[in-house]
T-cell receptor, first 113, second 108 residues
Framework: ETGVTQSPTHLIKTRGQQVTLRCSSQ?????VSWYQQALGQGPQFIFQ???????GRGNFPPRFSGLQFPNYSSELNVNALELDDSALYLC????????????FGEGSRLTVL | RKEVEQDPGPFNVPEGATVAFNCTYS??????FFWYRQDCRKEPKLLMS???SGNEDGRFTAQLNRASQYISLLIRDSKLSDSATYLC?????????FGTGTRLQVFP
């Protein structure tokens, strides 16, 4: 619906492993934001990418890293997975870094065992 | 203290009821304000922006009080389809900060 696609939709990892989540932004959008949503909580801001540069970061450790590519798609990488990393990871694209309207993908649900 | 705090919910209301959600934010330098809606197991979607003068969109009215750092959302004539989680959202520089959300359940 929004034109933002995320993959994979579900995945299971074990503690200590690494994961890469992918996001294709809506056509014409140059900004991608990543959020972590634990069960029963609101989305927590991880970071934002604007024109291939990190443009703001929330309270997440350095083992959460990302990339944005020239076509504005993006990746979220998490190293040394912990049990508390189990959550829904939402990618959102927007027309710029300061707009209020984010277009979210359906998310990638990560379970860490 | 959380940057954005909301009523804990859930709110269970009959069809046709009027329901109000409240939200407070801690950063007085916050620039703009929004309400998002999130259906069960779906992604959040923008419901409406919130302006200082207050604004309406059909059955929905949003208000902002910058002095009290308080935001509200009023839903009139609730419909079954309004059942969802309502997320209060605040912009601080380039970050959109989401509250925990308030769940609304409208029953027949």
């Amino acid at each position: 619906e929004t034109g933002v696609t995320q993959s994979p939709t579900h995945l299971i990892k074990t503690r200590g492993q690494q994961v890469t989540l992918r996001c294709s932004s809506q056509s014409g959008h140059n900004t991608v934001s990543w959020y972590q949503q634990a069960l029963g909580q609101g989305p927590q801001f991880i970071f934002q990418y604007y024109r291939e540069e990190e443009n703001g970061r929330g309270n997440f450790p350095p083992r959460f890293s990302g990339l944005q590519f020239p076509n504005y798609s993006s990746e979220l990488n998490v190293n040394a997975l912990e049990l508390d990393d189990s959550a829904l990871y939402l990618c959102a694209s927007s027309l710029g870094p300061r707009t209020g309207e984010l277009f979210f993908g359906e998310g990638s649900r990560l379970t860490v065992l | 203290r959380k940057e954005v705090e909301q009523d804990p919910g859930p709110f269970n209301v009959p069809e046709g009821a009027t329901v109000a959600f409240n939200c407070t934010y801690s950063n007085s330098a916050s620039q703009s304000f929004f309400w998002y809606r999130q259906d069960c197991r779906k992604e959040p979607k923008l419901l409406m922006s919130v302006y200082s003068s207050g604004n309406e969109d059909g059955r929905f009215t949003a208000q902002l009080n910058r002095a009290s750092q308080y935001i509200s959302l009023l839903i009139r004539d609730s419909k079954l389809s309004d059942s969802a989680t309502y997320l209060c959202v605040v912009r601080n520089t380039d970050k959109l900060i989401f509250g925990t959300g308030t769940r609304l359940q409208v029953f027949p």
